[in-house]
Antibody, heavy 118, light 109 residues
Framework: QVQLVQSGSELKKPGASVKVSCKAS????????MNWVRQAPGQGLEWMGW????????TYAQGFTGRFVFSLDTSVSTAYLQISSLKAEDTAVYYC???????????WGQGTLVTVSS | QSVLTQPPSASGTPGQRVTISCSGS????????VNWYQQLPGTAPKLLIY???QRPSGVPDRFSGSKSGTSASLAISGLQSEDEADYYC??????????FGGGTKLTVL
């Protein structure tokens, strides 16, 4: 069965960087695109963008350019989200989710809480 | 402010039928399909409805979706206590982004 297992919670200071991982299993890694979705505390879902797992080409949603980087290590079926120059407003749960069709997020990781606080 | 508009809350008693609306525009719902996600408390979202009205394997037929023009709806019939969750609609927007509704918190009274 498809499983997406994300790395654990992170506590970071403003200005630092964080790298969240999402390890996939139960399917051929390149058969689904990988998406990232943010959920701030008590708020709704925001799509951050996606990365083509065949080519490694990332696409960032509006509002998620510059400090956000999607990457892959296909040898270990893992996707990464790196956020640099962290701000307090980056505090959120970050989810990875796979799709074959944009918007149809078939499976989700359990989420990674990133807390930015001095 | 979300691009898709949902009521912040909805409620019903066990066995009742509840509907949740999702309003958009010609650049999203009006020209693309709608998906719905269920987020149980403290868990990750789960795909509930795709392509306006299709259920993934394992989703009970108590859940149904529809779309008309620039609006969509999720209906839950035979409401159960375990349906208490947040529900989100989502669609592709022609500005090249996936857009979500703000979410509707469903309470089973």
């Amino acid at each position: 069965q498809v499983q997406l297992v994300q790395s654990g919670s992170e506590l970071k200071k403003p200005g630092a960087s964080v790298k969240v991982s999402c390890k996939a299993s139960g399917y051929t890694f390149t058969s689904y695109a990988m998406n990232w979705v943010r959920q701030a505390p008590g708020q709704g879902l925001e799509w951050m963008g996606w990365i083509n797992t065949n080519t490694g080409n990332p696409t960032y949603a509006q509002g998620f350019t510059g400090r956000f980087v999607f990457s892959l290590d296909t040898s270990v079926s893992t996707a990464y989200l790196q956020i640099s120059s962290l701000k307090a407003e980056d505090t959120a749960v970050y989810y990875c989710a796979v799709s074959r069709i944009l918007v149809k997020f078939d499976y989700w990781g359990q989420g990674t809480l990133v807390t930015v606080s001095s | 402010q979300s691009v898709l508009t949902q009521p912040p809350s909805a409620s019903g008693t066990p066995g009742q039928r509840v509907t949740i609306s999702c309003s958009g525009s010609s650049s999203n719902i009006g020209s693309n399909t709608v998906n719905w996600y269920q987020q149980l408390p403290g868990t990750a979202p789960k795909l509930l409805i795709y392509s306006n009205n299709q259920r993934p394997s394992g989703v009970p037929d108590r859940f149904s979706g529809s779309k008309s023009g620039t609006s969509a709806s999720l209906a839950i019939s035979g409401l159960q206590s375990e349906d208490e969750a947040d529900y989100y609609c989502a669609a592709w927007d022609d500005s090249l982004d996936v857009v979500f509704g703000g979410g509707t918190k469903l309470t089973v009274l």
